[in-house]
């Protein structure tokens, strides 16, 4: 049914947002009276979470508001502007009020728009940005995944370099994926992104796409208090634990973990293997605190937040994120954490049970660099320096 939904507002989209305009100028001019006229910079982050990006950059970009539209099932965040709506029917119906009422009002009291996902306050995105930069607006995109993934690039590549990637297993879920259509519409996205947005952030290899500007790797943010450093849980290795929470089952290779580990067991190892899924980040983090070492996603080529989380934790981890392929992560990760492709996942954890050392070594490496480079101080000393170095800032 989401699916439907969303081929509906697709075909649609530009007619509704036709009907959404009127609102948008109505709001603009209204709250225009009382129009913030300083030149002090302040920033509108949002609007559609995906993995707490919008709440953490609120922490880094000062001041700013922050707006979600969606709600993460995982995380108990708090915004400034959010809708709480479980119906989808209804929420659709607020949204294609609120969203443009908001817009207007939130252009008068601010400078630049930091967009996260593919969405906007319209419908139509194209036409929000047009707004935008009429009014002499600051644009950001910052893309975080299948936003702006091509799957038919990503498809092709794997073929041509001979492996397996994650968008091969996308027709399991939903055919539309691999659809002419579906692939037009991140054309749409990557041209209107080229067109009006004054910055491009995105991982150029893990989210192949049609973008023609140039793209920043965006780092990414967690909170240094959550940081939970545990030399003690290495002094026993009687029984290791291991631990896998995939969000997404098929292209994480949650089937190729599950192999393993059985494989592992038949061969004697005393292991205690944890696999979470539809599990509250808070539960998440309590779990990684004990284990030992974290099996993550191996088809992409970006840590992801759970891979951050995990290292964050003292874990050791495994996954397939490379910098030589996603040369826009820092270039000093050797040995953060033991890269792992799927047809080496077996080999590299037998070799950490077989070599106990070893897994309190990529633990300690990781955690020193995740703290170097993914709090929310070292997140936002890049990001201004990208900021500062396109004279956004």
Not at 53 to 80: A, G, W
Not at 257 to 262: D, E, F, G, S
Not at 324 to 338: F, R, S
Request: with cysteine; glycine share 4%.
């Amino acid at each position: 049914m989401l699916v439907l939904i969303k081929r509906f507002l697709n075909f649609f989209k530009t007619p509704i947002t036709l009907l959404q305009l009127p609102i948008l100028y109505i709001s603009y001019y209204f709250f225009k009276i009382n129009k913030n006229n300083e030149t002090k910079i302040s920033w509108v982050i949002g609007v559609d979470e995906i993995a707490s990006n919008i709440f953490f950059l609120k922490q880094i970009l000062k001041p700013s508001t922050n707006v979600s539209f969606s709600k993460n099932k995982y995380y108990n965040l708090k915004y400034d502007y959010n809708i709480n709506i479980e119906n989808i029917y209804l929420k659709f119906l607020f949204r294609f009020f609120y969203g443009p009422l908001l817009l207007g009002y939130l252009i008068n009291k601010n400078t630049h728009f930091w967009y996260i996902w593919h969405s906007g306050f319209l419908l139509n995105r194209d036409f929000e940005f047009k707004f935008l930069k009429k009014k002499k607006i600051i644009i950001i995109c910052m893309f975080v995944g299948d936003d702006i993934r091509s799957i038919k690039l990503t498809n092709k590549y794997g073929k041509e370099n001979k492996i397996d990637v994650n968008t091969n297993y996308y027709t399991l879920e939903n055919e539309y994926m691999l659809s002419n259509s579906y692939d037009l519409d991140k054309k749409k996205i990557a041209v209107s992104a080229d067109k009006y947005a004054d910055i491009v952030f995105s991982h150029k290899k893990c989210q192949m796409s049609y973008l023609q500007s140039k793209q920043y790797s965006w780092p990414y943010m967690f909170d240094k208090n959550k940081f939970f450093r545990n030399n003690k849980k290495f002094e026993n290795f009687n029984r290791i634990k291991i631990l896998h929470a995939p969000s997404s089952p098929l292209f994480k290779g949650t089937p190729l973990v599950r192999a393993v580990i059985k494989k592992l067991e038949i061969d004697g190892y005393n292991i205690e293997y944890t696999e979470l899924q539809d599990t509250k980040n808070e539960i998440v983090l309590e779990h990684l605190k004990s284990t030992h070492i974290v099996l993550n996603q191996f088809y992409c080529f970006t840590p992801g937040l759970f891979g951050i989380e995990a290292m964050a934790n003292h874990c050791a981890v495994l996954m397939s994120a490379d910098s030589k392929i996603e040369q826009g992560l820092p270039q000093n990760c050797k040995d953060a954490w033991m890269i792992t492709r799927y047809w080496e996942l077996y080999s590299n954890l037998k070799y950490l049970l077989d070599n106990t050392s070893m897994i309190k070594y990529y633990a300690d490496n990781g955690y020193d660099f995740a703290y170097k480079h993914y709090t929310y101080e070292a997140a936002g000393e890049f990001m201004r320096g990208v900021l500062a170095e396109n004279k956004i800032i």
